[in-house]
């Protein structure tokens, strides 16, 4: 019952920004399901939050790289298991983040991204190399859109 609430209001979180439509509702069903996500659902979950409109995997790719979001620093494998590193790496690049001095110096990486994530309370502290379930990156995701509505990003 909670999980069935999450999934509804994130996509009507998503579908107020018109985000979603048609099949979003299913595929959100089947990622919060899953006992370990995948880059690729990473991949369509940012593209989501992002405003990308039902597309495929290739296209919500190309999406996020002209958004700067995927960079060759970190590639895609789409059918890889998640980290949460990962996760956090993307969804701060998809927010603008750069890091604070430290990324300056050392360069923003998995593991200063992930650190961020988790002392803003949009992660939970497990590792950065610890793998998320879909419904931690659902959480993820609706915690931050739950946030940009309320002009709190």
């Given at each position: 019952m909670i999980?069935?609430?999450?999934?509804?209001?994130?996509?009507?979180?998503?579908?107020?920004?018109?985000?979603c439509?048609?099949?979003?509702?299913?595929?959100?069903?089947q990622v919060d399901?899953?006992?370990r996500?995948?880059?690729g659902d990473m991949v369509m979950v940012i593209g989501m939050f992002l405003g990308q409109k039902d597309s495929n995997y290739s296209q919500t790719t190309e999406f996020l790289k002209e958004r700067g979001v995927i960079d060759d620093k970190y590639p895609i494998a789409p059918t890889q298991e998640l980290k949460r590193g990962v996760a956090?790496?993307?969804?701060?690049?998809?927010?603008?983040?750069k890091g604070g001095w430290l990324a300056?110096?050392?360069?923003?990486?998995?593991?200063?991204?992930?650190?961020?994530?988790?002392?803003?309370?949009?992660?939970?502290?497990?590792g950065a190399h610890s793998?998320?379930?879909?419904?931690?990156?659902?959480g993820v995701m609706r915690i931050?859109?739950?946030n940009r509505r309320r002009g709190q990003l």
């Open positions: 999980r069935q609430f999450a999934i509804l209001t994130i996509f009507a979180l998503l579908s107020a920004n018109a985000a439509a048609g099949g979003m509702v299913q595929y959100l069903r399901g899953k006992n996500a995948t880059q956090a790496y993307h969804f701060a690049r998809a927010l603008g983040w300056r110096v050392v360069g923003f990486d998995r593991r200063i991204a992930y650190k961020e994530m988790v002392s803003k309370g949009y992660m939970r502290p497990y793998p998320m379930t879909g419904s931690d990156l659902l931050l859109t739950s």
